[in-house]
T-cell receptor, first 112, second 111 residues
Framework: GAVVSQHPSWVICKSGTSVKIECRSL??????MFWYRQFPKQSLMLMAT?????????EQGVEKDKFLINHASLTLSTLTVTSAHPEDSSFYIC????????FGSGTRLTVV | QKEVEQDPGPLSVPEGAIVSLNCTYS??????FMWYRQYSRKGPELLMY????GNKEDGRFTAQVDKSSKYISLFIRDSQPSDSATYLC???????????FGTGTSLTVIP
């Protein structure tokens, strides 16, 4: 079946630094990947749609300059949280669609 | 009106109970219906997938779709503490189209 790998699974960083999260489709090519953010006990919030070879599409209210997305190949999309602050601490999840959505295992980001 | 409505719960049941999780939707074009299970601090995993109306059974899980009422359900029989998770419904008109997710229902099965 379709497998999406997300790395790292958790990261702690200092305020003001940048953090990169990787999302890979292991056994299929994904021209489109999706990035979600999830706060404790809340559902998934779509942040942006990552398109291979072109600019990402961001949802309303999501800062493009804060959350940089690069989809350089058909199997890899990256989300970089730039100049992270404590309020960026959250659970970030990526997904890709073969026929149905497959999600990565998520990345827990803590900014201290 | 949201495309998909799902009661967030939380829902708490004793072990062995039958659990019913539900979603309603407004778009009559939806034909593909999915249920995802998400454990705490993990990504959602696909649990059940159905096309059009009818029932689909997989072990203790049964997915039911009533397109006339725009209502889908997930039943869990003989619920176990390991079933404690958040369950999200998702649906689409076509696998090539956008998928719409419910907000998720938090379930706790008490031993």
């Amino acid at each position: 079946g379709a497998v999406v790998s997300q790395h790292p699974s958790w990261v702690i960083c200092k305020s003001g630094t940048s953090v990169k999260i990787e999302c890979r489709s292991l056994d299929f090519q994904a021209t489109t990947m999706f990035w979600y953010r999830q706060f404790p006990k809340q559902s998934l919030m779509l942040m942006a749609t990552s398109n291979e070879g072109s600019k990402a599409t961001y949802e309303q209210g999501v800062e493009k300059d804060k959350f940089l997305i690069n989809h350089a190949s058909l199997t890899l999309s990256t989300l970089t949280v730039t100049s992270a602050h404590p309020e960026d601490s959250s659970f970030y999840i990526c997904s890709a669609r073969r026929a149905l959505y497959t999600f990565g295992s998520g990345t827990r980001l803590t900014v201290v | 009106q949201k495309e998909v409505e799902q009661d967030p719960g939380p829902l708490s049941v004793p072990e062995g109970a039958i659990v019913s999780l539900n979603c309603t939707y407004s778009n009559s074009a939806f034909q593909y219906f999915m249920w995802y299970r998400q454990y705490s601090r993990k990504g959602p995993e696909l649990l059940m997938y159905t096309y059009s109306s009818g029932n689909k059974e997989d072990g203790r899980f049964t997915a039911q779709v009533d397109k006339s009422s725009k209502y889908i359900s997930l039943f869990i029989r003989d619920s176990q503490p390991s079933d404690s998770a958040t369950y999200l419904c998702a649906m689409s008109a076509n696998t090539g189209n956008q998928f719409y997710f419910g907000t998720g229902t938090s379930l706790t099965v008490i031993p």
